[in-house]
């Protein structure tokens, strides 16, 4: 193992950076705040001759994710990065690359849904296309941000699905901390050259189609064919972040989730993304005062880590899950989704609460506040921060 120095970068420059090492063959983008100074800084260095990625200024995100598709059909590594509505701008395009099993990566900065118009962080748009058949990833700080890179392009290519990491906006992507940027040698040791399976790739000298018509009577086994598939890729992802620790040195969580002082909680907050460094922060203060509170962190919302999340959870009498999302009509999309996978399965209290919408902040007194709440009567999502 080769021990990095660490730096204090930008969060947007450190994806950037990494991305540079990993080596794409083609990055496409099209500028979004808060995902500008990604792509800013991955075409300075393709100027200055730092990078040797084809960059292809694109004219709309949907452009951009049809670039990357058509790269990545000729069977190289691919970049873009995009948020918001640049997202759901793409969606068609998202649907295609994982319908035709495409090892695209891309990087969500992510940032609230219009309208109205508002260019602070929640993550409603990554979580409005969990349904796409990506692999969606999710860090709490830069440094898991960078490691989710390298992660998911091993992902992406050795399962053939595309594969999404999202990083807060603002929040980390124009925030400095201190990181480490593994080396070339070092990411190559773990990632090597991407080599797609054998006719799988557009060729001119041996001709095929990707993603052409399918009648009623194949369409359904191809789709679960991506649903089984997508599914079982818990496993490898498991796998990867213990292979990960034995290149760098360290891993995030188990690759699926990550406990924090769960084993003998009474109250069980569940979250995702940067707002578990502050929960992280409140649960030890809380346990200083004797209260009994953990943190189950969601790494991985697609695949659903639903087993890993049932025995997490199995022992606490409260659970608190806190979206930085809201399903309209409904209720926060990931406390809906713990609630499916522990129907049946958990006696505890499960209650949603909506917090941080459209970059309102989250306050350690709130955290604590949602502590108080989830042990009260009432069990529909509270929106926190009003």
Known sequence: MIKNKKQILEGSHAVAEIVRRIKPAVVSAYPITPQTHIVEDLEKMKAEGLADFEYVRAESEFAAASIVLGASATGVRTYTATCSQGLLLMTEVLFNIAGMRLPVVLTCAN???????????????????????????????????????????????????????????????????????????????????????????????????????????????????????????????????????????????????????????????????????????????????????????????????ADEIIAALNKARYIAVIDKSISIGAEGILASEVKRAGYNKLRSKIQGFAVGLGGRDVSKEMIADIVNKVKGKENKVQFIGK
């Open 111 to 305: 940032r609230a849904l219009s309208a109205p118009i508002n260019i602070w962080n929640d993550q409603q748009d990554s979580v409005t296309i969990r349904d796409a058949g990506w692999i969606q990833l999710y860090g709490e700080t830069n440094q898991e941000i960078i490691d989710l890179h390298i992660l998911a392009y091993k992902l992406a290519e050795s399962l053939q699905l595309p594969a999404m990491v999202n990083m807060d906006g603002f929040v980390l992507t124009h925030t400095y901390e201190p990181v480490e940027i593994p080396n070339e040698n070092l990411i190559k040791k773990y990632l090597p050259k991407y080599a797609p399976p054998k006719n799988t790739i557009l060729d001119v000298n041996n001709p095929r189609s990707l993603g052409t018509f399918a009648a009623p009577d194949r369409y359904m086994e191809i789709r679960q064919e991506l649903f089984d598939d997508l599914s079982a890729s818990a496993k490898e992802i498991k796998k990867q972040n213990s292979e990960f620790k034995k290149v760098f040195g360290r891993q995030i969580g188990n690759g699926l989730v990550e406990e924090y002082k769960t084993k003998d909680a009474e109250i069980i907050l569940v979250a995702m993304g940067s707002v578990c460094g502050t929960i992280k922060e409140v649960i030890d203060e809380l346990r200083v005062a004797g209260k009994k509170v953990g943190l189950l962190k969601i790494i991985s919302f697609r695949p659903f880590p």
